[in-house]
């Protein structure tokens, strides 16, 4: 279905090649997935299949992509719209109308597909990723994960014969993200639909996938083969595989399922052990605090009686599902939305009251989308223009931007970076003022396993100096590395609030991969277990 020949691809003013010597086959009707670390080229790759890699992007394609027959060097991306639908890295910039049923509609209107067709199609695909309430909501007021799936569903309702899609889970939270693999998985069983997928959360995907596509990095080929053999030797992997590396299993298990069949002896084995847990700071007078909080927007009560307190060195994880309150409830510590009821306060100050030059100092906010804060037309630019707005001295955000991301040059636009490094950049600019409080939304989305262990490094260190953290995440992998405590939101309210273990490990959505296997252990990350079998946990 997809054939790539001896594909490179370079772009203007690059002085490497982005993607080299491509040259394999995806057959029909099967799910591929797409992995490798942040900017080795899977997005150009995805792009080259859809045609917007050079049509769109610039840029020099030697050698030949064919897509069900068709080249995409004298195809343009309209011209591959009926073959081939894709969902990039930012849902944002896919929409094209204002409301979710007109947007399910647009690309079905724009093939001349049938009314009565167009309106079943519409329908199935509602019911299927769970959009059916919100068919009538403009877009710009869903979440981020809401808007992900809505892109997802625009592309399902033209039924393409190739699905491309870049990071399709990122936003999404744990069960909305396995109806959404479940609904893909359905249409490479039933429909013989190819799917070809990028994406860094591995935990989510890869025991969906029927063929795994390594790009290892510069200079090395890629290595397309069976999930278990490439997961053997692939620089990124997901935290079931780390375990079954760890134990020595042989085949690796993908699944939890297929791992806690096997770690009955690993179970044993850590029987007497304790796992070592992130040490909660010291007590102390809150930074932020959030009393009996309530926030409408329009007709929708975001927030109901939140209570929340957070202290100097805490790490604090914000979870729940899509549209839950968790970016809501972050806009309102750092000033952005003002509240309908109750009271917050930062350093003192009420966020909503206070001037933004002088909250700045107390509080700083990672959003989701990381373009909001990217201004300048170079990293270097940005790193000097955070380093005179925080009073710090030179180079602080360029070595912070070294450290999260090691060799991207001084003069690369960031709208030249992938969605990952634009994160990383926006994070580098925020951590330069080493606010008090430090507010992220979403802070590893498009972050590879690598890059997000450097984050939780820098993190951890700035937690040691005092700065309170706050996430909002639907990345329980994360949570439970780095958070002392977690809170659960559902329908603006607070659900659940507790150290870590606690609550993730009894629940079935919230529980990291380690945690599921060696339940009822409450073993929560791989670093964990092998501290305990070389002797460094306390038995």
């Known amino acids: 279905m997809i054939r790539f020949e001896n594909v490179s691809v370079r772009y203007d003013g690059a002085e490497k090649h982005t993607l080299s010597g491509i040259d394999l086959t995806i ?3 099967e799910l591929v997935l797409l992995v490798g670390p942040s900017g080795v080229g899977k997005s150009t790759l995805l792009g080259a299949v859809s045609g917007l890699v050079p049509h769109f992007t610039g840029g020099t394609l030697t050698g030949r992509v064919t897509v069900d027959g068709r080249d995409t060097r004298t195809h343009k991306p309209r011209e591959l719209a009926d073959v081939v639908g894709t969902v990039g890295q930012d849902p ?5 109308t204002d409301t979710v049923e007109d947007e399910l509609a647009y690309g079905m209107e724009s093939l001349g597909i049938a009314p009565d067709v167009m309106r079943r199609r519409v329908e199935e695909t509602l019911d299927l990723l769970g959009l059916a309430d919100l068919r009538d909501r403009a877009i710009s007021t869903l979440s981020g994960g809401q808007q992900q799936r809505v892109a997802i569903g625009s592309v399902l309702t033209t039924h393409p014969k190739v699905l491309v899609l870049d990071e399709p889970t990122s936003a999404l939270d744990p069960a909305a993200a396995e109806e959404v693999l479940a609904v893909l998985q359905r249409l490479v069983h039933d ?5 070809l997928m990028a994406e860094h959360r591995l935990e989510r995907v890869v025991q969906y996938a029927d063929q795994v596509l390594l790009l290892p990095g510069p200079g090395q080929a890629p290595v397309l083969g069976e999930p278990a053999d490439v997961m053997a030797q692939s620089p990124v992997h997901p935290p079931v595989v780390g375990l079954g590396r760890l134990a020595g299993w042989s085949p690796l298990p993908l699944s939890v399922r ?3 069949r096997r770690a009955a002896g690993l179970r044993a084995g850590l029987a007497d052990r304790t796992p070592e847990e992130v040490e909660a700071p010291p007590a102390a007078a809150p930074v932020a605090e959030a009393e009996r909080l309530s926030l409408r927007r329009g007709r929708i009560e975001a927030l109901r009686d939140v209570s929340l307190a957070v202290r100097p060195g805490e790490t604090v994880a914000l979870m729940g599902r899509n549209g ?4 809501t409830l972050l806009n309102a510590l750092v000033g952005m939305q003002t509240p309908s009821g109750g009271r917050v306060t930062v350093g003192g100050r009420t966020p909503a009251k206070t001037a933004p030059k002088e909250m700045v ?3 700083g906010l990672v959003p989701q989308e990381p373009r909001d804060l990217l201004y300048a037309d170079t990293v270097a630019a940005e790193c000097a223009a955070a380093d005179h707005d925080a009073g710090a001295e030179s180079g602080t955000c360029r070595a912070l931007v070294s450290a ?4 991207v040059p001084d003069d690369t636009h960031p709208r030249d970076l992938s969605e990952g490094q634009r994160l990383a950049l926006a994070l580098a600019l925020v951590l330069t003022g080493k606010p008090p409080l430090l507010l992220l939304d979403e802070p590893t989305r498009g972050l590879d396993y690598a890059a997000k262990a450097r984050l939780v490094t820098i993190l951890r260190g700035l937690a040691a100096e005092g700065h309170a953290l706050v996430l909002a995440t639907h990345d329980v992998e994360l949570a439970a590395e780095l958070a002392h405590r977690v809170v659960i939101l559902a329908d603006g309210e607070v659900v659940a609030d507790g150290p870590t273990p606690e609550v993730v490990v009894s629940s079935p959505s919230f529980a990291p991969q380690v945690a599921k296997i060696l339940a009822p252990q409450k073993w929560l990350t791989v670093a964990q277990v092998r501290d305990a079998l070389s002797g460094e946990s306390t038995p």
Do not use: I
């Open 27 to 29: 057959p029909e009707g």
């Open 92 to 96: 944002l910039s896919h929409f094209v």
């Open 191 to 195: 429909l013989g639909t190819t799917v």
């Open 258 to 260: 297929d791992a806690r």
């Open 324 to 327: 839950a309150g968790k970016s």
């Open 361 to 363: 100092r107390r509080v």
């Open 404 to 407: 999260l991301l090691p060799g």
